[in-house]
Every structure is written in structure tokens, then in C-alpha cells.
């Protein structure tokens, strides 16, 4: 049974550093074809690709946020770690972690159950 | 990369069917989409994977028969049979786009499906 769950700060400065870590279950990261993706969402808005890190330590991100993100993985913790630099009233959003296999849906098939970042002074 | 649109809202009956659509982008008929069901106050949860044809591999854990997908041209469609009332939920589409060294996930603004 996949189950991944995030985890961070609730309330964050602007200009300060935002990290978030995803702790999962039922999968490893070290099989082929498995990554490991961020997405938000801000309130009452749509859906937001933020990182994808893959089995591979390939790593992709949204070419609009991508100068800000910084996506690892600890394999042998069964976890992924989001940085996001210089955070702004904007990034409040709900941050969800979710599983992706590329050789399988290859979609974000299994997500956490999100955590809320509000961006404040 | 494709732009995805959704309508921001739909409605149905209980019992009845609904069909929900997602545009993409001109250029992008080709394209396939994921369909991700978010019921109020909870993470997005994986429906299933459409193109032209229909679905594209299997279900996501634990959805019902009663969702299928089809496209059209540059239409994907979601329809759920049999309405009920844990169908009431917001609906987002996505895709991905790959192309040699760029992948970009993108999603559209989500539909939400009341259930009357």
C-alpha cells in the first residue's frame, strides 16, 4: 500500500526559505521507473507542477519556478525534500506530494493528503 | 507545452450520468490527459488516463466502472454513470509533455461537480 505524507512549516516570512519533506511507504525510489512529484495548489486555485525527481536522481521543474526549487531524495529514508528559496505572499498554497511510475500510469497515481504554507509577515 | 481548459462547474443529478470536458491546446490532438477526482478538503486522488481512444492502461485504486473516459479532436472527456453522492468533487485534468531534454506537467483549472 503506497501512502506519502508531507510535511513543514505552517507559517513562513517573505524572503525566507521554505522546506518541505515527503515521507512515503510501499515504494522504494530506488526502482526504475519511480519518481517522486510536488504539486500545489493556492486557495480556491488550480493545480501547480512545482518537481519531479525520478529513481535516476533525474530531476525536472516548472520552468517558471525553477531559478526558486531545489528537489532531493534520501532513498534510504523514503523521502523527498522540496526547497522553494525567497517565498512570497503568493506561494500560500496547499503543498501535496504524490507517486508517479513511468512504467505503470505513469501519472501522479497515489497523493499525500497535503500541507497548508501560508506565507505571511 | 499544452494549456488545458475545464469548465469551473458542472451538475447532475443523483443517478444520472455526466460528461466532463477538457480542452487542450491547438497542436496538442494527439495528447493524452489524467483525470484526478478532489473531494472537499482532500488530496487529488488518480481517475484515469484518456486519449482518443478511450483509456489509456487501468483505473486508479478503487474507482468504480461507472468512470470512463473517451476523446475527441482536442476534447477529453470524463463521464460518470450512475451519479453518486461521493461523485461530488472537483475534477482536474492533466498532462505532461516531453520532449527531448523539457518535461513539464501541466493541469487544467478543475471542474467542480455538484451533485443535486
Known amino acids: 500500500q503506497i501512502t506519502l505524507k508531507e510535511s513543514g512549516p505552517t507559517l513562513v516570512k517573505p524572503t525566507q526559505t521554505l522546506t518541505l519533506t515527503c515521507t512515503f511507504s510501499?515504494?522504494?525510489?530506488?526502482?526504475?521507473?519511480?519518481?517522486v512529484g510536488w504539486i500545489r495548489q493556492p486557495p480556491g486555485k488550480a493545480l501547480e507542477w512545482l518537481a519531479l525527481?525520478?529513481?535516476?536522481?533525474?530531476?525536472r521543474y516548472s520552468p517558471s519556478l525553477k531559478s526558486r526549487l531545489t528537489i532531493s531524495k534520501d532513498t534510504s529514508e523514503s523521502q523527498v525534500v522540496l526547497i522553494m528559496t525567497n517565498v512570497d505572499p503568493v506561494d500560500t498554497a496547499t503543498y501535496y506530494c504524490?507517486?508517479?511510475?513511468?512504467?505503470?500510469?505513469?501519472?501522479?497515481?497515489?497523493w499525500g493528503p497535503g500541507t497548508v504554507v501560508t506565507v505571511s509577515s | 507545452q499544452p494549456v488545458l481548459t475545464q469548465p469551473p462547474s458542472a451538475s447532475a443529478s443523483l443517478g444520472a450520468s455526466v460528461t466532463l470536458t477538457c480542452t487542450l491546446s491547438s497542436g496538442f490532438s494527439d495528447y493524452r490527459v489524467d483525470w484526478y477526482q478532489q473531494r472537499p478538503g482532500k488530496g487529488p486522488r488518480f481517475v484515469m488516463r484518456g486519449g482518443t481512444g478511450g483509456i489509456v492502461g487501468s483505473r486508479g485504486d478503487g474507482i468504480p466502472d461507472r468512470f470512463s473516459v473517451l476523446g475527441s479532436g482536442l476534447n477529453r472527456y470524463l463521464t460518470i454513470e450512475n451519479i453518486q453522492e461521493e461523485d461530488e468533487s472537483d475534477y482536474h485534468c492533466g498532462a505532461h509533455h516531453g520532449s527531448g531534454n523539457i518535461f513539464i506537467v501541466v493541469f487544467g483549472g478543475g471542474t467542480k461537480l455538484t451533485v443535486l
Open positions: 525527481i525520478f529513481w535516476d536522481d533525474d530531476k
Open positions: 504524490a507517486h508517479r511510475n513511468i512504467l505503470d500510469h505513469d501519472a501522479f497515481d497515489f
Open positions: 510501499g515504494f522504494s525510489l530506488s526502482t526504475s521507473g519511480v519518481g
